[in-house]
């Protein structure tokens, strides 16, 4: 029986056209789904040479699309050897370049097979290339870097035995603001290279000691490019803070070091936020659970009249008239064009997301079904909706039609989200005219709230003298 190690050694020619084609995809469509994507530290990956790639592995077939997506080299998977059971996706898989690793939790009786997948990597290093391994061992929604296995170092050690010196390990965080929203922002950040060559004396004398050493050492370099939060209570207090917060708190940190609201790197906020609570939790554990209170008490008051944040932090902003009347004709002259963007790119776009949250199984499964039944919803009905306009009405305007579809469908979602939130403030509005204490009382409360917040940063940076705050 052909193995995937064998189907990948027959396909490795073919590799490089298929990777290049499905690199260009997958940007068009990372482009289309994320409102941005930023990269931090590109120039730390080398531009030749093996490297190994430590990635953690918050959104699944997201993760690796992303990677590919960001890095000009050609880089291999490990991924679980149960995708290639499939004879067809194996072929796939192996023609991209995707090395199979066998994982105890899906079938114990195969792990000593890795040492092929060990051998596979040896094989791309030796041949300059990049190799991407999770070390997390499997995808997870925790807005942290969790306890990692011992399978990058070894693969690190044992190449590093035969080459001394060549090889590199560049830990990868990935940050997603939000995993199910589209167009949200998400960070791929590179960290600094760790050398194996460090730990390869340690290695022939003591294998398991220096393997533990370097996966520690890997483990820190991994949390140092995400958040890291230790346990469930605090991610949850973490997330709740910085959904409050976040914003100013970035403005006040770009005023003070004289920086663009964008250029404030919003990993380190929330590593920061992160950092802060584990400090408070430590030694003011009632002062933590009392914002927790607080936090929890105003989200359930904002739940229960159908309210955002976002409007009830805007009542104390009062917009200009001007921006007001160029709000408000936004809105009427754009209803025509979100009319028609709407109706062209509706089920594209209703399609997937309800598929999405109809077949995934846990968080980290949304956005992978989403964009892939994406990928197929809209050539798929753009191009029934361009058969049926050719058929009525002819050629020229098939091909007239077939250009508004993107264009149109990126201006309907845009005045869609600007009308959330109008709709938002609108219904802020209506409950300060039928319930005027409730809506007050929300104001002055997250006004309370942010300013404990505040507080509580002046006293953090008193304390740590030199936060990154």
């Not at 789904?33 to 030749?48: K, N, Q």
């Not at 917060?245 to 609201?261: F, H, K, M, N, T």
């Not at 936004?330 to 979100?338: K, M, R, S």
């Not at 264009?407 to 609108?426: H, K």
Request: with cysteine.
């Amino acid at each position: 029986m052909t193995t995937p190690f064998a189907r990948r050694e027959v396909a490795l020619h073919h590799a490089g056209a298929l990777y290049a084609g499905l690199r260009l995809v997958a940007r068009f469509w990372l482009w289309f789904f994320f409102r941005r994507v930023d990269v931090r530290h590109p120039e730390r990956v080398p531009a030749h040479g093996p490297l190994l790639l430590c990635v953690n592995h918050p959104n699944n077939l997201i993760d690796s699309l992303l990677v590919g997506a960001v890095l000009p080299r050609k880089v291999h998977y490990l991924a679980t050897a149960t995708l290639f059971r499939h004879r067809l996706v194996g072929r796939f898989l192996a023609a991209a370049g995707v090395i199979p690793v066998y994982r105890r939790q899906d079938d114990a009786g195969q792990v000593d097979r890795n040492q092929e997948a060990f051998a596979a990597c040896g094989r791309a290093f030796d041949a300059g290339q990049v190799v991407a391994i999770y070390p997390e061992g499997t995808t997870h929604a925790e807005i942290r870097v969790q306890r990692i296995k011992t399978g990058a170092a070894r693969i690190a050690l044992g190449y590093e035995a035969t080459r001394p010196g060549a090889l590199r390990l560049i830990p990868v965080g990935l940050s997603f603001e939000a995993r199910k929203s589209f167009r949200a922002r998400v960070l791929v950040a590179f960290g600094e290279p760790l050398a194996p060559a460090a730990y390869l004396q340690a290695w022939r004398q003591d294998p398991v000691r220096a393997v533990d050493a370097l996966t520690r050492d890997l483990q820190w370099a991994m949390e140092a490019q995400v958040v890291n939060v230790e346990r469930i209570d605090d991610q949850r207090l973490v997330r709740a803070v910085e959904e409050l917060y976040r914003d100013e708190l970035a403005r006040a940190v770009s005023e003070a070091r004289g920086l663009r609201p964008r250029d404030v790197d919003p990993v380190r906020l929330s590593r920061t936020i992160a950092d802060a609570v584990r400090h408070f939790a430590s030694r003011e554990p009632a002062r933590v659970e009392a914002i927790w209170q607080r936090i929890e008490a105003y989200r359930s008051v904002l739940a229960r009249h159908r309210l955002r944040d976002e409007a009830v932090a805007a009542r104390r902003q009062r917009l200009p008239r001007r921006t007001r009347l160029r709000y408000s004709w936004d809105a009427v002259a754009g209803l025509p064009f979100f009319a028609y963007g709407a109706a062209v790119n509706g089920l594209p776009y209703v399609v997937p997301r309800w598929l999405a949250r109809r077949l995934a199984r846990q968080e980290t499964d949304y956005a992978t079904i989403r964009i892939l039944a994406s990928i197929a919803a809209f050539p798929l009905f753009w191009g029934l909706e361009t058969a049926l306009v050719a058929w009525w009405a002819g050629g020229w305007a098939a091909v007239a039609f077939a250009l508004s579809l993107p264009l149109s469908g990126l201006i309907a979602y845009r005045y869609l989200t600007g009308a959330g939130w109008l709709r938002s403030r609108l219904r802020f509005a209506a409950l300060a005219l039928t319930q005027a204490q409730a809506a007050r009382w929300l104001v002055a409360e997250r006004a309370a709230i942010i300013a404990e917040l505040e507080r509580a940063r002046q006293d953090y940076l008193a304390a740590t003298r030199g936060s990154s705050f």
